[in-house]
Structures are given as structure tokens and as C-alpha cells.
């Protein structure tokens, strides 16, 4: 399982629009994807799921993901994470 | 028919790329070569000692600028194959041959028929010339093109055709320089005897626009711009540079034609002291626009951005600035408004009128090979010293004009409210935003190059409206140029989502504009169409978002996610006008990148809810609401990008866990004041988990009330 922690730059936080194109990043790799945040966690592949987490800026997220590409996700997740949120 | 001609014209004007391409080396050579060993120069610079006749450097130089000159003299040859290379549909290879083959075979026909009617005495001064060792008709470049164009078309036509057993070995492409052989050998003749009229006619031509002066000069740089949007300057200006519309002189006791070419034989004649202005009047305007008048025009439209939006817009026109100025390629620059503001399109146009005018009566003259930029300005203006080109004066005007692009396109943009980028409205605003995100994806992935070009050419190709709708596919130094089957088919959002600049539509002809990267974007497109249809294919691509619809399509079809026997329906949460997603047009939304739905223009501020449902998510900023009913996810998106408005206009009345029946309130929003904020109103209503779902059909369009059906999900 691979790990990694971010914290939400962007000063909308996750809102519809990124989160659509995370869950689409997401969905490019086999492994599961989980984002976590307070004690909840979502499915990074389901937008709604996503959404829920009502994640804002400065929050600190924690993403796990584990499969056979998890370590191709999680360098993919980074970056998209770097340069979108 | 009409449609037809300029799907004819643009081709050719991008066949004329490939040869021209080549003259700014050609130039650099002759330039270089040719200012370095003129006597006068290492006179005055004191240079003759290090660099003088029976110097090394002094041999290199002569050199270079002998294999400068001979492009330059040679240029019909190279056009020759050059066009036909660019108007060949296929095994252009055999079109280049045949070209030369066609381009020999004339002359020596002219060159046959000349020497049986008393040889180049019996002819007018300066009618004929010494090629490739014959002596034929000073056609200049447009020989060339004639052959490129004949021998394309007889090669288009005969390159598949086919013939009994015993000649089939002659059958296909081998008949190409076959039949364009035995035709040019006849157009040969035949030119014999229509060249005569027509160089009168040239020159009667040239004489007109020579009489007409300043007033032609300011026509010619008018025209030109005016033609630039269409992609057909290069048809336009090229005769004048090569023919003798662009004039006639004699230097070095040669009759030269075409105002380039007589600006590079005075470049090549040490003896000239200053160059003609009757041949650079079709060039030195262009420096006074590109190095200071778009500049201009660049830093009016960052000035009238809006503020929150000038970091955007910053980039492009900096970028696009600096292109003019360098290279003098100035379509990033001019696609930035032309399209979005015709007003300037027009004030432009009569601007580089008066400037190429305005160089002429001040007698400066700095020629080039390819555009404008500094790198021609250097090598023709600087490097041949003020005393011969007078191109100081350039500052001064140029500072002019600067100030002159900068003021009027200022004035009349806040004047006329004009949309140049960073003024647009909401809807292109978010266009704008999805590209950016697109960009920084790209870069983002690194690792995925090859995959991320073909997604790209994937991407172009749908907006292209398939692979099936490409007849063909050219560029030129900055567009795309392709003709398709059906232009109805072409989606132009999904071509700016690509990184394109602009798009031009004439019929079956369509102009994708992407800069100076046009060539690379053009070589991975091929490499994409010439595969296989599967392995074309890319499949799961999270980017871009043009082909999601389709993948989710797929998706479903192939592979339905979860099993849903359910079937549900969604009613209108608001009042107001339904249409489909994609008509929002902002780029995310509307390509379903969040997934399937619809979209409502509200003409209340009121939400209630479209089915029996539990409150999943109320977003902090109230403008969107996750609702989950059975199997069903769905999310009411209020406005659009008013995540910004940061819950300011919203009032939600129900709280994350609440149940809801179907119509119950959610929540009121005010209409006004969220339009005044600048955003719009249309509210997509979104299945979260499309996915899951085998289909989903919009039942209603146009005006509805809350509560009516709109959604079947099955």
C-alpha cells in the first residue's frame, strides 16, 4: 500500500469541478484509491463519495492507495494533487 | 463551389510552406556570408587585414553566401517540388520526382522553341535567363508553382491506375513522371507562347502598382492583413516577391525580378549604396508592426483585462509578444482578437497599411527572407549598416506606432466594450479555465509523453468529428489545415480544449491555429490516423474531456459497474428552461466530465427536490447539493463557478441526513444578486454515479415547472 498526505491549497478546497477531474485521475489506475480526511474516508473513484468529505483549503487529506499500480498512482495522485489543488 | 476553391487555395497556400520554410537559412547564409565580404564593410570596419579576400574567414564566408544565393536562384526548382509535395494526397514521394522530372522537361521545351526562334537575342530585355543551364523564360517561382500544381493534379489523378498485364509494370505511380513528362513537354511549348502576353501583362501590373506608389504599397500591406485570418497571404504577397508585380530592376547588369529577389542580388552587389525602396516596400512595414506596433496592441488588451484576470492573460500576451517580435510570426498575436473583436481586426488592417506607406516615404528599406521579427531586422537592417537601409528610422516610427496600437486599441476596446481575452464573459472565462487545467495536466505527467501526444491527437480527431470525417490533413507555419467530409461534425470547443488558439471555418476547410508548435501536433496527428482503428484508440483517458462521453458510453455497454435492475426518475428541482448539458458550453460541465445529467436556466430562485430522497452533502459554500435517492446520486450545481460567491446569495434550508419527499424545499437563491456578481444562473443537475447507470435519457426540453419528469435512468 502506498501512502501520502496533502494539504488543500487551492482556496475553494475540493469542489465539483476538481473533484470530477480527480476521481477521473483516479479512475486511470487499477488500484483502489481512498482519500480520508477526520476520521471519514471516500472512495476517490466516486464522485459523490468524494464530495461528502467537504474538504476545505488547508485541510490535510491522507490518500491510500493499494493495487498492482499503486506506485504509478500515487507519483499520477501527487502530481495532480500539486498542480490542481 | 465556392467552399470547394478556398479548400483549393488554402492547400496551396500551405504547400508554398515548405518552400518557403527554407529561405530564412538561406537567408542567414546569404546574409551573413555576403555582409561580411562586402568590401565597403570591412573598409569602414577596418576588418580587411583579419578578414579581407585571401583570409580563411573571408573564404568560409564566400562560401556561405554562394549556398545562400543558389536557393534564391533556384527557388522556382525548389517550388516546384515543394508544391508538389504539398498538393500530392499520397506517395508524395513520386509527386516530388515528378515534379523535377516536369520542371526539366518544361524548360527544356521553352529552351527548345527559344533557340528555333532566333535564341535570346530575338526576345525583350530581360524576358529570358540562364537556369540550371538553359536558357528559358524568367517565370521566377511561379514556373515552379505551375508544375507543382500540374504535376499534382496529373498525380493525384493517374497515381492508382492500373493497366493490362504486359505494361503493368509501368501501372500506378511509376506513370506519374511518365504522363507529367510527355504534359509538361507541351506545356512547354504552350507556355512559349502564353508567357509573352502574360510577362506584358506582369509588367503592365507591376507598373500599376509601381505608378500607384505609396497608394499601392498601402493597398499591398492592407490586402495582406486583411487576408490573414483566411490563411491566403501567402498566395497573395508571394507574387510580388517573386514576380514582376513586385517590380523589375537591373542590378549588377542583371534583370532581376520580384521584389525579394532584387533585394538579395543588391544584398549580393557590393556596389549598392543604398537599397531600392521599390522592392523592400513590401517588407519594411512589417518590422514596424511586429517589433512595436502588436507589442502595442499586446500591452492595451493586458492593460483592459480585468484585474482578476490578468494573470491569465499575462502569459499568452507575452508569449505571443515575444514571438512577433523575434521570429515575426504573428498569428498567436492577431488570433488573440481578430476573431473576438473584428473592430480591431479592421482599425489593423489600416494600421499596416500605413506602416509598410509609411517605411517607404521614409525611404527605409531592410528586406528579409520569412517575416518581420528582430532576426531579420538584424541581419538586413543592423548588419547592413544604417547608410544602406536607413533602419534607425525604424525606431523612431516604430515607438509611433507602438503608441499608436497601444491608445486606439485601448480607446476602442473600453469604448466598445470589445471581448479581447481577459474581458470575457462567464461562459468563455470558464473555457479558458479547463484549457489552463488542461495545459498543467500535460505538464504534469511527464512520464506519459508519447501516450499524452496521442491523447491529444485523439482529442483533435474528435473534434475533427472522427477519423472518418478527415480527408485530409496539412499544416502550414502556424495552423492546422484539414478538410473533412462533413464540416457540420466539427466541434470547435473541443479544439480549443486541445491548446488551440482559434478556429477558422470556410465549407469543408478547417484552420486550427496552435503557433509555432503546429508541426509537431501535425506529425503525432498522422502517426495517430495511421494507425489501426483499435490501436488508435486510446482507452482510458482521464484527459481530455472531449472523449469522456464516449468512454462513459462504452463503459456502460460493455461493462455495467454495479448491477442496477432499478429503474428512476428524476423531476425538475427548478422552474425554468431544460436543455442538455452540452449546450452550457463551459468546458467541464458540458463534456460530462462530472457525469451525465441535464442543466436548467432557472426562472426562480427556488430549489425543491427532484425525488424522494437523503440529504448527502450541503456544500460550505451552498451552492451545490448531493442528493441520494436508491441507487441514485445526484448533485444540483447551482450557477455556475459560484463556488467563488463563497455562500453569499444562497439560503439552504435543509441540513446533510435530512429526508426529503419529492418537491419538499431545499432551498431559495437570489437570482439577481448572483447575476450582478458576474455569474451565470444555469444549474447542471448531475447522476454522480453515471457509471453505474445503462442509460440515461433526457425526456423533456425548453420550459418546464418543478416537478415535471425530465431524467429516466435504467
Same mark, same amino acid.
Given at each position: ?17 476538481? /473533484?470530477? +477531474?480527480?476521481?477521473?485521475?483516479? !479512475? ?9 480526511? $477526520?476520521?471519514?474516508? #471516500? ?5 459523490? /463519495?468524494? +464530495?461528502?468529505?467537504?474538504?476545505? !483549503? ?9 493495487? $498492482?499500480?499503486?506506485? #504509478? ?13 | ?714
Amino acid at each position: 500500500m502506498q501512502e501520502f498526505q496533502y494539504t488543500i491549497q487551492d482556496e475553494n478546497g475540493i469542489h465539483a469541478r476538481p /473533484a470530477g +477531474l480527480l476521481v477521473r485521475k483516479a !479512475q486511470s489506475y487499477q488500484s483502489s484509491a481512498t482519500m480520508i480526511h $477526520e476520521g471519514k474516508s #471516500a472512495d476517490m473513484k466516486r464522485l459523490f /463519495a468524494l +464530495l461528502g468529505l467537504n474538504i476545505k !483549503q488547508g485541510n490535510t487529506v491522507t490518500v491510500q492507495l493499494s493495487g $498492482e499500480d499503486e506506485e #504509478a498512482a500515487a507519483q499520477g495522485l501527487k502530481e495532480f494533487f500539486g498542480e490542481n489543488l | 463551389m465556392k467552399d470547394k476553391a478556398f479548400g483549393v487555395l488554402q492547400r496551396i497556400g500551405h504547400s508554398f510552406m515548405l518552400p518557403i520554410s527554407i529561405l530564412p537559412v538561406a537567408g542567414l547564409l546569404l546574409g551573413i556570408g555576403s555582409s561580411f565580404t562586402n568590401q565597403t564593410t570591412l573598409e569602414t570596419y577596418h576588418l580587411l587585414g583579419f578578414m579581407g579576400p585571401g583570409t580563411v574567414i573571408y573564404s568560409i564566408l564566400t562560401v556561405m553566401a554562394q549556398c545562400g544565393d543558389v536557393i534564391f536562384t533556384n527557388l522556382p526548382l525548389i517550388f516546384a517540388v515543394g508544391v508538389g509535395i504539398g498538393m500530392a494526397k499520397k506517395e508524395k514521394s513520386v509527386a516530388a520526382l515528378a515534379s523535377m522530372v516536369a520542371y526539366f522537361i518544361m524548360n527544356s521545351a521553352i529552351s527548345g522553341m527559344i533557340s528555333i526562334h532566333g535564341g535570346a537575342k530575338a526576345f525583350l530585355n530581360g524576358a529570358t535567363c540562364s537556369l540550371l543551364g538553359m536558357t528559358t523564360f524568367q517565370m521566377g517561382a511561379l514556373g515552379g508553382i505551375i508544375v507543382g500544381l500540374g504535376v499534382a493534379a496529373l498525380h493525384n489523378r493517374f497515381y492508382k491506375i492500373e493497366f493490362p498485364a504486359a505494361f503493368s509494370f509501368f501501372q500506378g505511380t511509376r506513370f506519374v513522371p511518365i504522363i507529367s513528362t510527355v504534359v509538361f513537354a507541351f506545356v512547354g511549348i504552350l507556355m512559349f507562347y502564353i508567357w509573352q502576353p502574360i510577362q506584358v501583362g506582369i509588367n503592365d501590373l507591376g507598373g500599376l502598382v509601381s505608378k500607384s506608389g505609396v497608394i499601392g504599397t498601402f493597398f499591398f500591406g492592407l490586402i495582406k492583413r486583411l487576408l490573414i485570418p483566411f490563411g491566403l497571404h501567402h498566395v497573395f504577397y508571394l507574387p510580388f516577391w517573386q514576380t514582376a508585380i513586385g517590380g523589375t530592376m537591373q542590378v549588377a547588369g542583371k534583370e532581376i525580378v520580384g521584389a525579394q529577389n532584387i533585394f538579395f542580388a543588391q544584398l549580393a552587389d557590393p556596389s549598392t549604396m543604398h537599397f531600392s525602396t521599390l522592392a523592400t516596400r513590401f517588407f519594411t512595414g512589417e518590422f514596424i508592426l511586429y517589433i512595436f506596433g502588436f507589442p502595442g496592441a499586446a500591452l492595451a488588451m493586458y492593460r483592459c483585462a480585468r484585474p482578476e484576470k490578468k494573470k491569465e492573460v499575462y502569459g499568452l500576451l507575452l508569449s505571443a509578444s515575444l514571438t512577433a517580435i523575434l521570429t515575426g510570426i504573428t498569428e498567436p498575436i492577431e488570433f488573440s482578437f481578430i476573431f473576438v473583436a473584428p473592430a480591431l481586426y479592421a482599425i489593423n488592417t489600416v494600421l499596416a497599411g500605413l506602416a509598410y506607406a509609411v517605411a517607404q516615404l521614409l525611404n527605409i528599406a531592410v528586406g528579409l527572407t520569412f517575416s518581420g521579427g528582430f532576426i531579420d531586422l538584424f541581419l538586413f537592417g543592423i548588419l547592413q549598416g544604417n547608410s544602406k537601409t536607413s533602419w534607425l528610422l525604424i525606431l523612431p516610427v516604430g515607438i509611433v506606432y507602438f503608441a499608436v496600437y497601444y491608445f486606439t486599441f485601448s480607446f476602442f476596446i473600453k469604448k466598445w466594450n470589445l471581448k479581447t481575452p481577459g474581458r470575457e464573459t462567464d461562459d468563455e472565462e470558464t473555457k479558458l479555465y479547463t484549457r489552463a487545467d488542461y495545459e498543467k495536466k500535460r505538464s504534469a505527467s511527464k512520464t506519459g509523453k508519447k501516450e499524452e501526444s496521442e491523447r491529444l491527437s485523439a482529442s483533435i480527431v474528435k473534434g475533427l468529428g472522427g477519423k472518418a470525417n478527415i480527408s485530409d490533413v496539412d499544416c502550414c507555419a502556424t495552423r492546422l489545415r484539414i478538410t473533412v467530409a462533413d464540416s457540420d461534425l466539427v466541434n470547435d470547443s473541443i479544439l480549443k480544449s486541445t491548446g488551440a488558439a482559434g478556429v477558422v471555418h470556410r465549407g469543408t476547410g478547417v484552420q486550427v491555429v496552435y503557433g509555432p508548435k503546429v508541426t509537431v501536433i501535425k506529425s503525432n496527428l498522422d502517426d495517430y490516423l495511421a494507425k489501426p482503428a483499435e490501436e488508435a484508440e486510446v482507452p482510458e483517458a482521464p484527459e481530455p474531456a472531449a472523449s469522456e462521453a464516449e468512454t462513459a458510453e462504452k463503459q456502460n455497454k460493455d461493462e455495467p459497474k454495479a448491477s442496477s435492475p432499478q429503474k428512476s426518475v428524476v423531476y425538475a428541482p427548478l422552474n425554468g428552461r431544460v436543455m442538455e448539458l452540452s449546450e452550457i458550453g463551459d468546458g467541464v460541465f458540458s463534456e460530462e466530465m462530472l457525469g451525465k445529467g441535464f442543466a436548467v436556466d432557472p426562472s426562480e430562485g427556488k430549489v425543491v427536490a427532484p425525488f424522494d430522497c437523503t440529504v448527502e452533502t450541503v456544500f460550505d459554500t451552498k451552492h451545490a447539493i448531493n442528493l441520494k435517492s436508491g441507487n441514485v446520486e445526484l448533485m444540483i450545481h447551482i450557477g455556475l463557478d459560484t463556488v467563488r460567491l463563497d455562500g453569499n446569495g444562497f439560503d439552504i434550508r435543509v441540513q446533510e441526513g435530512d429526508k426529503l419527499k419529492k418537491g419538499d424545499l431545499i432551498g431559495y437563491f437570489d437570482m439577481e444578486a448572483i447575476q450582478k456578481e458576474g455569474y451565470r444562473l444555469v444549474t447542471p443537475v448531475i447522476i454522480a454515479n453515471t457509471d453505474e447507470w445503462k442509460k440515461i435519457e433526457l425526456l423533456k426540453k425548453g420550459s418546464v415547472t418543478a416537478g415535471e419528469k425530465i431524467l429516466r435512468l435504467e
